[in-house]
């Protein structure tokens, strides 16, 4: 699957990696492990509700998330950011 990132995505992902740039190649992990099964135990994948309920999320570290939908080429990345601010 390819993966397309938003304006958000993008902005949000910076501010993310200025803070704590550690967190860099843990966010590239689980984006390759999204790609090839995005069923693995570890992502914690769910299907979001309410206002965004056509999103999924995963999580990175323990209040991180990233939030995508599927296209239907690939999966757009939304948003990342810690569990209050994403949703």
């Excluded at 979001?48 to 570290?61: C, H, P, Q, Y």
């Amino acid at each position: 699957m390819k993966l397309f990132l938003t304006k958000t995505f993008l902005r949000s992902y910076k501010r993310v990696v200025a803070k704590r740039a550690i967190l860099k190649n843990k966010i590239k992990q689980k984006l390759e492990l999204l790609t090839l099964n995005p069923l693995h135990p570890t992502l914690r994948l769910h299907k979001l509700k309410g206002k965004k309920n056509d999103a999924w999320s995963i999580t990175v570290e323990s209040d991180l998330r990233i939030i995508f939908t599927y296209v239907s080429d690939g999966i757009l990345l939304v948003d990342i950011g810690k569990h209050d601010e994403v949703y």
